[in-house]
T-cell receptor, first 109, second 114 residues
Framework: GEDVEQSLFLSVREGDSSVINCTYT??????LYWYKQEPGAGLQLLTYIFSNMDMKQDQRLTVLLNKKDKHLSLRIADTQTGDSAIYFCAEIYTGKLIFGQGTTLQVKP | DGGITQSPKYLFRKEGQNVTLSCEQN?????MYWYRQDPGQGLRLIYY???????QKGDIAEGYSVSREKKESFPLTVTSAQKNPTAFYLC?????????????FGEGSRLTVL
């Protein structure tokens, strides 16, 4: 079946850049997504990228897609303490959204 | 404001009891979903419904039941048959019947079995 893999934990200092990585197995995915979950809350769609794009930038967020390696990354520039959360990558597979395990981002002051 | 409301936020249950988690949306969305979240495992799909009076099993439907009598409402019952029900449950919806990946989530319900 489809598998989406992420590392579980990332710690950075405030002001640094954060890079959260994700690998997936279904090469036919049309869109790939990044969701953010703050403690004790639901998920919010952060950004997404269409599969024919290599990069998408939205303010402090940059999404990079390497289709050949099936690798997706989310870069957060100038990381703030408010960015501390769990970040999930996800893709559509057989009409259902498949999530990675989530990466917990810890931002140290 | 439009959104998805889940209740209760916290729920405690004794073993052998059924409990029902509420999910209501006023977004006029067609499809609704229930996910279970366990630490380090991401989200797993329990059930989903693309239209009123119809629903489909997800990847981990055993021990759960749902209904979709109204477009706005998609309650989840955790039955006594669910062997390990302690988890964080998330309800979500999408505008169209097919999943475009742009899900709107509720704030979640945390169920603890004592």
């Amino acid at each position: 079946g489809e598998d989406v893999e992420q590392s579980l934990f990332l710690s950075v200092r405030e002001g640094d850049s954060s890079v959260i990585n994700c690998t997936y197995t279904d090469s036919s995915s049309t869109y790939l997504y990044w969701y953010k979950q703050e403690p004790g809350a639901g998920l919010q769609l952060l950004t997404y990228i269409f599969s024919n794009m290599d990069m998408k930038q939205d303010q402090r967020l940059t999404v990079l897609l390497n289709k050949k390696d099936k690798h997706l990354s989310l870069r957060i520039a100038d990381t703030q303490t408010g960015d501390s959360a769990i970040y999930f990558c996800a893709e559509i597979y057989t009409g259902k959204l498949i999530f990675g395990q989530g990466t917990t981002l810890q931002v140290k002051p | 404001d439009g959104g998805i409301t889940q209740s209760p936020k916290y729920l405690f249950r004794k073993e052998g009891q059924n409990v029902t988690l509420s999910c209501e949306q006023n977004l006029n969305h067609d499809a609704m979903y229930w996910y279970r979240q366990d630490p380090g495992q991401g989200l797993r799909l329990i059930y989903y419904s693309q239209i009123v009076n119809d629903f489909q099993k997800g990847d981990i439907a055993e021990g759960y039941s749902v209904s979709r009598e109204k477009k706005e409402s998609f309650p989840l019952t955790v039955t006594s048959a669910q062997k390990n029900p302690t988890a964080f449950y998330l309800c979500a919806s999408t505008k169209g019947a097919s999943n475009t990946g742009e899900l709107f989530f509720g704030e979640g319900s945390r169920l603890t079995v004592l």
